[in-house]
Structure formats: C-alpha cells, structure tokens
C-alpha cells in the first residue's frame, strides 16, 4: 500500500511518496513546490484553499495518484508537547484526569485545544512508584480543523497527523525498523524559513525538543544587512557557500566590517547572534521536555473518519 509523506512549511511543501511495509520501504516519488505567499503563518495554514490548489498542483506535476496521506503540525503559539509526572493510576482514571492536567500546561483556552497523549513505560521504572510519566501532545483545534480541510480540498485521505518533533524522531532516527537510536545521544536540527525544531535524543527517548522563532529567512535578513546586498542575493549567497568559513575572503572582510561598530558594544557578531536566551528552561518546570521513542505516535483523532 502506497502513503504520501507531507510536510506544509511556510516556504515550501514536500511531498514523498513511500510503499511497502515496516523494514521494507521504497520511495516511489517525491516532489517540491513553493507555498504561496502569506498562506502558511507561524506553523498554521491561513489560507486554505491556497495550499489546498498547491499540493494539488504539486501532485499533478509529478503525477502522483496516491490519496492516502500522513503529515504533521507544528505552530509557535497552536502546538505544545511536553511529559507531565502525573500519581500513578488506572488507564480509565488518566482518562478522566488528563483533560484537566493538560489544561495546567498549555498556553491556549482550554475550551479550544484537542489533544493525544500516551503513558511512557521507562526501562528499568517501577510498576510500584507513586508516580508515572505521561506524553501528551495539545494543539488549537481551529489549526487541526484548517489542516484537515486543506488536506480534503486536495482529495487526499488523511490517515494521521503527527506532531513534528516526534515525526522527524520516527523518519530520522528511529528508522523504519524502529531499531535506531538506542545507546546514542543524537541531535536534530530541523532549519524552516521561519522557525528552527531542535531535539535531542538518548537512546530512543526526545529529552529536549524546542521551536525556536529564527531560520533561514533570519539568516538571510542577517547577510543582507551585514553585505549591504539585496535579500535575493543574499539567498544565492548562502545557498551557494553554506558557511562563513566558504565565503570569498572580500564579502567576509565587508561582513567583518559591517559588525565592527556594534561590536564594541557587546563581544558577539551582531549579524550571526541569533539570542543564546531562547534555549533558557523554566526553572520551576520538572517535566525533561521529551517523549518516548514510540512506534505508532501521536494522532488527533481519528484522521481516517474526519470529514
């Protein structure tokens, strides 16, 4: 059975097409297009029959016929994920508990949020301590609804929405054994336009995944202004070298000499600091920021029967 891999990004939407089964996968196609202009906000679709004409199109050129399809969501103010230390108790009472628990931990009306979670089962823990740990993932459920209609408009048939994090664990990681990671500390940094994900790895588990408001626009922005070129060429300047160590020794002296003034006033590259306080924890949040290395993930609902 075939089944669509999509990423909607705020600069681009990918698209794999993969067959077969656990262990024994094939790509059968695979494409990009751009995502038109304003219709992709802070990770959340804003204009649904754009990106809906879009991935249509995308499918089109590359003659993919597939329907079936599995994405993600990810959004700076619409997703949050985290682990909770929660007593420990029966699956039928965490049923009725976890609304409630979630709803201490999300930035978003608790009227307004749909949601997933999952118990994690430690290597090593005791069934007889007090406490258990729980996965859950939340997310703005106008985000999730919008998601579903682009995917519809498009005719495509949505079996699971996963969360990002947990997504780029399962396909970079994990592998499709499901055997990877294990005895290793392993780093993602997944680069947007817009937005960074970062999540650190140790032995299957996610201890630390993060979104982090800059990309590659922000370095884009960062060169132009630190070259005195247009932010086009300044594109084509960073996809063609991809380092500061690669740049041509007379843009480097003019981006060393376009710093010089502000660094006077604080001992960093003005156009490369991108802020060492975005990774600061909150020191009274316990929870480790991860979430376990599972086979299935987690889905909102049942994206199969979604109408």
């Known amino acids: 059975m075939a089944v669509l891999g999509l990423d909607i990004g705020s600069d681009t939407i990918k698209v794999v097409e993969m067959a077969g089964k656990r262990g ?27 990106i809906a004409e879009a991935i249509s199109g995308l499918l089109k050129n590359r003659r993919i016929k ?27 009472e965490l049923d009725e508990n976890m609304k409630f628990e979630v709803e201490r931990h999300i930035p978003f009306s608790a ?26 993932a939340a997310a703005v459920d106008s985000m999730i609804e919008d998601h579903y209609a682009a995917l519809h408009s498009a005719k495509l048939q949505p ?36 937005s960074t994900d970062l999540g650190v790895i140790k032995d299957g588990l996610l201890h630390f995944p993060r979104s982090i408001p800059i990309g590659g626009r922000s370095i884009t922005q960062r060169l132009s202004e630190g070259l005195g070129v247009s932010e086009q060429q ?12 690669a740049l041509p020794p007379e843009l480097a002296a003019r981006l060393k000499r376009a710093a010089e003034p502000a660094a006077a006033e604080a001992p960093t590259m003005p156009a490369l600091d991108f802020g060492s306080d975005l990774f ?28």
């Not at 307004?112 to 740990?133: K, L, Q, T, W």
Request: hydrophobic share 40%; charged share 20%; no cysteine.
């Open 234 to 245: 300044a594109e084509r300047l960073k996809r063609q070298f991809g380092s500061m160590r």
């Open 66 to 92: 597939t329907r079936k399809v599995v994405t993600s969501v990810q959004g700076q103010q619409s997703v949050v994920v985290r682990i909770i230390k929660v007593h420990r108790v029966s699956r039928s």
């Open 159 to 194: 079996k699971a929405i996963d969360v990002q994090p947990l997504a780029l664990s399962h396909s970079l990681v994990e592998g499709p054994d499901l055997s990877g990671g294990l005895e290793q500390t392993i780093a993602l940094v997944n680069i947007g336009a817009n």
């Open 280 to 307: 600061d924890l909150d020191p009274e949040d316990s929870s480790d920021m991860g979430f376990a290395g599972m086979s299935g993930g987690l889905s909102f609902g049942d994206a199969a029967g979604a109408g």
């Open 24 to 50: 024994h996968l094939k790509l059968l196609n695979y494409g990009i297009a751009p995502t038109p202009p304003g219709a992709v906000a802070n990770g959340d679709i804003a204009d649904v029959e754009q």
């Open 111 to 136: 009227s307004s949020f749909i949601m997933d979670y999952m118990p994690i089962d430690r290597p090593g823990e005791s069934p007889d301590s007090p406490s258990m740990e729980v996965l859950f």
